[in-house]
């Protein structure tokens, strides 16, 4: 056994440079599919996230609404309203700048019983919740050039 051994490892045997090569083509393909499938992941886990944070938006209006009489706009809230009823609501949005590590959180159209929700996703995606005379849609908008991400084809979510 030991002779099979010595005999093994005195011998040439190896991989060439073509096989190596060849292997090293086959892992850069396999990366090439993978890597872009990968990083459309993780927009649509930032979109996700602000789809949560635009939901828990709206609970926070409804709260607002009713700790006000049941309207919307009397007084017209704020986001920072909505964050001292619920402190999870993202920040208030700067302007016309999408969010560099978090979503942010806007609030307009206001009445006295509609009102639209927005909260912007680190990719820009924004993600609304409008309530208008008790009918609620569930709309996204993609910026110029960006990453459908987790926004529908069509512009409707749910």
């Known amino acids: 056994m030991l002779q099979k051994l010595r005999e093994r490892s005195q011998s040439e045997a190896g991989f060439t440079l073509v ?11 396999l990366a090439a599919i993978a890597i872009p499938a990968f990083f459309n992941q993780r927009n649509k886990a930032s979109d996700a996230s602000a789809k949560e944070s635009v939901r828990t938006a709206q609970t926070a ?3 607002y609404s009713t700790d006000n009489g049941g309207v919307y706009n009397n007084p017209a809230p704020t986001v920072a309203n909505l964050q001292t009823i619920e402190s999870t609501v993202p920040p208030v949005c700067a302007a016309g700048t999408p969010p560099p590590n978090a979503p942010c959180a806007a609030v307009s ?33 993609v910026p110029s050039g960006g990453d459908r991400g987790g926004c529908p084809t069509g512009g409707n979510w749910n």
């Open 109 to 141: 159209g206001i009445s006295a019983n509609g009102y639209t929700v927005t909260v912007t996703s680190k990719t820009g995606n924004a993600f609304l919740i409008t309530r208008n005379a008790g009918t609620i849609t569930y709309t996204c908008t």
């Open 19 to 29: 096989e190596l090569l060849v292997v090293m083509l086959i892992i850069g393909l």
């Open 61 to 63: 209006m409804e709260t």
